[in-house]
Structures are given as C-alpha cells and as structure tokens.
C-alpha cells in the first residue's frame, strides 16, 4: 500500500503562483509513474502533468506552459510549479503513483487550490 500526502493548496490571486507537493509513503518514484490531477465542481476529474519512470513529463492541455512537474528521488516527492494562475485553475489537486503493469494505482486525498480576487 502507498501512502500520498500532497500539501501546498491555498487561495491565489489570478495571475499568481503556487507549489504543490506530494510525497510517498516510500521509495517508489522509480517505479512508479507519478501524476497530478484535477477535479473541479461538477467536473470530471483531469489529468493535470504525469512524470514517468524515466523523467519524460506530460501536460494537460490547458495547463501547458504555465505548469511544470518535477520529482525529488532523495525526498520521494513530486512537486507541481504553478505559474500564471487561473480562476479556471481552481480544484481539488490529487496526488496520483501509477504501476499499471502490476494493476497498482494510489490517490491523495487531496488539495484545494482556489484562485480568486
């Protein structure tokens, strides 16, 4: 069983930035591929960035050259750099570890990023 806290959630002004992070209950990031996700009210949730085992990153549409993904192997965490911020950002942001070979997959519980005036 993995383990995923994300943290780093809060109101933002449009325009602004934020860090998200998660971290593993262990040392899985070379095993795993790491993703955040999105789900606003009444929406499906998104994908938001994936970073796979060799470090190949990719993006949702909407969120592309505003975001960036990033893994710490020594931390077990992934990070998510939130720039150039949107209203339509807001979301509850989910931590996501993928080994879809062996049918493993594991949420977080979750962050809210609100971004408002």
């Known amino acids: 069983q993995v383990q995923l806290v994300e943290s780093g959630g809060g109101l933002v002004q449009p325009g602004g930035s934020l860090t998200l992070s998660c971290v593993a209950s262990?040392?899985?990031?070379?095993?795993?591929?790491m993703g955040w996700y999105r789900q606003a009210p009444g929406k499906e949730r998104e994908l938001v960035a994936i970073i796979n085992t060799g470090g190949t990153t990719n993006y949702g549409d909407s969120v592309k050259g505003r975001f960036t993904i990033s893994r710490d192997k020594g931390k077990n965490a992934v990070s998510l750099q939130m720039n150039s911020l949107k209203p339509e950002d807001t979301a509850v942001y989910y931590c996501?570890?993928?080994?879809?070979?062996?049918?493993?997959?594991?949420w977080g519980k979750g962050t809210l990023v609100t971004v408002s005036e």
């Open positions: 262990g040392s899985i990031l070379h095993m795993y591929v």
């Open positions: 996501n570890a993928d080994r879809g070979l062996m049918g493993l997959n594991f």
